[in-house]
């Protein structure tokens, strides 16, 4: 079924752009239903897409021998996935998969990439959000490694 | 009538294990109970021939026995976390103000908690929830390090149960933990906050504070319905030694719970 | 003489009514301290005798100094202040608040833990000026002295007699008149004199503030003062407030320093201090204690100790493994902000009272009056150029 710009406008990601634009990206966008435990992607893999989560939530992990997978970041209704896409040589960096089931709108990052280079108002739009989504996980991502709730002992900063 | 300058013997009658590094204590007076404390107050707890350190209570308010929930980092810390049921500890209290200035009844309240902050707030929240019907919603987020760390992590379910929304992010986590990593600031956007009709309480490292005051200000929330606790070097308790001091605020009397409209620009300048 | 039942009569005491007047405190119980030469300075300490006080000498004061100098008359209150404040006296150095014993399952607090069961010594101070009886006031604010205080400093300063004298001579560094806290004494006295020295004669102007004022002034050989005799005293104090050696613009200083967290003179000003702390131990209403717990070497005896401490002492503000004042700005900052500024918002008043004490024993001389007028002036700098701007006082 195909998705309407109304229902693109409802999901944090895309709200507030115009309704052309919404119209355009939703005719490049489908709705996804992923079980609980699928993996989107793996670290490595070719990035070749973008998602708009509107429920569940997804895991970005990572692989290490000899130890636990590690979980990066959990993303949720409202949040973008996708980042990798953006940089040569657009390989993901970590994977993602649902930890519960998850639906999403799902875009092509090559459609994408072909609607901004033919509108680039459109283009500019879309790249401020992606900025933003970068510019708050960077943030959030340098207050994780300042380990705040680490002990005085342990924290780097102390005098002692 | 007790003086808050003597300690006042209490024993330990339960100790429970939270973490690798923190404990909480129950202590029952030993001797006639020092006056009872509100939500957001700490006492000062002595350890004989160790010292004495600031710690708030984390425990239901109005009881005679007193619960403390100990983070282990200093002598006089790791000496009350060894503490066994029967041993006599000394404590001075209650000292400070406390969440009640809230005021928040017939609004959402929303307890934000950082690592071990979340224990000076879970007075409050036990509180709020033993009042049905007296907030609108009660929404807890709580970030720490790892999920090793949570603290009260089998008490969520029953909070859950009694009315509140609980929400945990860890910093960082393998994939045993199913739930959230990231910082608790990534969780207010999903908590659809009413920026009007909320009031908002806070607890952990002091910049985690700054940055989450922000982005709920940001949000919409005035300052002046968001609290947070503070802390400084606390010797005395009753203003007079001087250490405690930042800026006009001495923390053991105008803190630790202090409104954010007034500790925010205090808090902004390096060194105060 | 019978006094009349208005104790705020004026009365006059020949000069060698001071030795009378020793001899009744001492009877009446009292320890007398008051000023005496010892060391090149004017000490207080412990009076035997109204001789001890320092007779016909006066002070040179200047930022980091302090000089002994002969006066040309006999006065015995012709000096001020010296490095010591009668804090020392109400507000001890040194103090045990409690002791504890180890017991089988912890603790048990030793029984002279509660100090009611030792009353305190009772103290008489003489040649208290205006401005240290604010500054005792002032203590009296933080430290807690009135009714439902049962803390040592409450008990003490319960029991002390005051005998303040009025300040005819200001010193180089004074500006008590800045801070309004003299030269002419506000209530809280027991017993106040008003020195009066010539060629021919040597007495003071003495008038009761309380019973027990009352009561001591009783017992001394004192004569009705006549109108010549006040009139001339009066006009020495008054006199008096026109020679202060430093002035202080007050009227909008806890809103300068309030706005003044991030000014450049803070970088200037500690470039010289040393945080050495002197400031805070001469200074009569400075109050930060520090807490200590000893135990001895059985590890069975513990105690509580309290200690004069300074905001200056780089651990002052230890958190979480350093201190959050850490650069001599800080804590440089700290200190005047809060004797001038935030001492408002916490006790109700400044904390200053012109006594420039801390002018004269700052080893660099540091002098907070022109530091407050720098910061003003880069203040009114920085908000532009107004009309009316007038000139600091």
Do not use: K, N
């Given at each position: 079924m195909s998705v309407l710009g109304s229902e693109l406008a409802s999901h944090r990601f895309a709200s507030g752009l115009a309704p052309g634009h919404l119209d355009r990206l939703a005719a490049i966008a489908s709705r996804i239903e992923v079980a609980a435990g699928t993996r989107l992607f793996d670290e490595?893999?070719?990035?070749t897409s973008m998602w708009l989560i509107r429920a569940g939530q997804i895991a970005l992990d990572l692989h290490i021998p000899g130890r636990n997978r590690l979980i990066v970041e959990t993303l949720g209704p409202g949040d973008e996935l996708?980042?990798?896409?953006?940089?040569?040589?657009?390989?993901?960096?970590f994977g993602a998969v649902a930890q519960v089931g998850v639906s999403a709108f799902e875009l092509g990052t090559a459609a994408v990439t072909g609607l901004c280079e033919s509108d680039h108002e459109l283009g500019y739009q879309l790249a401020r959000r992606l900025l933003g989504t970068a510019v708050a996980r960077l943030q959030a991502a340098r207050i994780r490694i300042?380990?705040?709730?680490?002990?005085p002992s342990h924290a780097v900063g102390g005098t002692s | 009538m007790i003086d808050c300058r003597y300690p006042v013997r209490y024993r330990v009658s339960s100790r429970l294990e939270?973490?690798?590094d923190t404990v909480t204590l129950t202590l029952e007076p030993a001797e006639d109970p020092i006056a009872p404390c509100r939500p957001g107050q700490f006492m000062m707890l002595y350890s004989f021939g160790v010292g004495e350190i600031p710690i708030s209570v984390s425990g239901a308010p109005g009881q005679p026995a007193l619960t403390h929930t100990i983070r282990s980092v200093g002598a006089v810390s790791a000496a009350l976390c060894a503490a066994q049921p029967g041993h006599v500890i000394g404590v001075r209290g209650p000292f400070g103000t406390s969440?009640?200035?809230?005021?928040?009844?017939?609004r959402d309240l929303l307890l934000v908690a950082g690592g071990i902050g979340l224990a000076p707030l879970r007075p409050a929240l036990l509180a709020a929830l033993a009042?049905?019907?007296?907030?609108r919603r009660i929404i807890v987020l709580a970030g720490a390090r790892s999920p090793a760390e949570?603290?009260?992590?089998?008490e969520y379910g029953q909070w859950r149960e009694r009315g509140a929304s609980v929400d945990i992010t860890v910093d960082k986590a393998d994939a045993s933990w199913p739930g959230h990593v990231g910082v608790?600031?990534?969780?207010i956007g999903r908590a659809q906050l009413d920026p009007h009709l909320t009031t908002a309480l806070m607890c952990g490292p002091e910049v985690m504070m700054r940055i989450t005051g922000r982005e709920l200000t940001a949000a919409g929330?005035?300052?002046?319905?968001v609290w947070i606790s503070l802390e400084r070097n606390?010797?005395?308790?009753?203003?007079?030694?001087?250490?405690?001091?930042l800026g006009p605020l001495l923390l053991c009397r105008d803190g630790p719970v202090v409104n954010f409209e007034v500790a925010e620009p205090l808090l902004a300048v390096r060194e105060l | 003489m019978a006094l009349a039942a208005d104790y705020s009569d004026r009365y006059e005491l020949a000069a060698a009514g001071l030795e009378d007047l020793h001899r009744a405190l001492r009877s009446a119980g009292f320890r007398v301290i008051g000023p005496r030469v010892t060391s090149d300075a004017i000490v207080l300490g412990e009076l035997k005798?109204?001789?001890?006080?320092?007779?016909?000498w006066g002070v040179s004061l200047s930022p980091g100094g302090y000089r002994l100098r002969k006066r040309g008359d006999a006065a015995a209150f012709g000096h001020s202040a010296g490095p010591g404040s009668w804090k020392q006296f109400l507000h001890p150095p040194r103090e045990k608040l409690w002791s504890a014993s180890r017991s089988a399952d912890g603790l048990v607090l030793d029984?002279?833990?509660?100090?009611?069961a030792e009353p305190p010594g009772k103290l008489a101070f003489l040649g208290v000026r205006p401005c240290d009886l604010r500054a005792i006031q002032i203590q009296d604010r933080v430290l807690g002295a009135g009714a439902g205080h049962h803390s040592a400093y409450a008990r003490r300063r319960a029991a002390v007699f005051i005998v303040v004298v009025n300040c005819t001579e200001p010193g180089e560094t004074c500006f008590c008149t800045s801070m309004g806290t003299g030269p002419k004494s506000g209530p809280g006295y027991d017993l106040l004199l008003t020195e009066l020295v010539t060629e021919a004669n040597h007495s003071f102007i003495i008038e009761a503030g309380s019973r027990a004022g009352q009561e001591i002034l009783s017992a001394l050989p004192v004569q009705a003062a006549d109108s010549g005799s006040l009139e001339r005293a009066d006009s020495a104090v008054a006199d008096a407030a026109g020679r202060m050696g430093r002035s202080m613009q007050t009227a909008d200083i806890r809103e300068l320093l309030a706005a003044s967290?991030?000014?450049?003179r803070w970088e200037d000003v500690a470039s010289r201090?040393?945080?050495?702390?002197n400031c805070t131990m001469a200074c009569p209403t400075c109050f930060c204690t520090t807490v200590e717990d000893v135990s001895d070497f059985s590890g069975d005896h513990a105690e509580r100790w309290q200690s004069w401490s300074s905001?200056?002492?780089?651990?002052?503000?230890?958190l979480h493994g350093g201190p959050?004042?850490?650069?001599g700005v800080s804590r440089y900052r700290q200190w005047l902000t809060h004797k001038l500024g935030t001492w408002h918002d916490q006790?109700?008043?400044?904390?200053?009272?012109?006594?420039g004490r801390c002018i004269v024993w700052c080893p660099v001389g540091i002098d907070l009056t022109e530091e407050v007028a720098a910061l003003r002036a880069e203040r009114d700098a920085a908000a532009g150029p107004e009309p009316g701007l007038g000139e600091p006082g």
């Open positions: 490595g893999g070719q990035a996708g980042l990798s896409w953006l940089l040569p040589p657009a390989r993901w960096q300042l380990d705040l709730y680490a002990a | 939270e973490t690798h969440w009640d200035h809230a005021d928040a009844a017939g009042q049905p019907g007296r907030y949570l603290v009260f992590a089998s608790v600031t990534q969780l929330l005035p300052a002046a319905r606390m010797q005395c308790g009753i203003a007079e030694c001087g250490h405690c001091q | 005798s109204a001789s001890e006080l320092p007779f016909g029984a002279d833990a509660d100090a009611d967290h991030h000014a450049e201090c040393l945080t050495c702390g905001c200056f002492e780089l651990d002052f503000s230890y959050v004042r850490s650069s006790f109700g008043s400044s904390g200053c009272v012109g006594c």
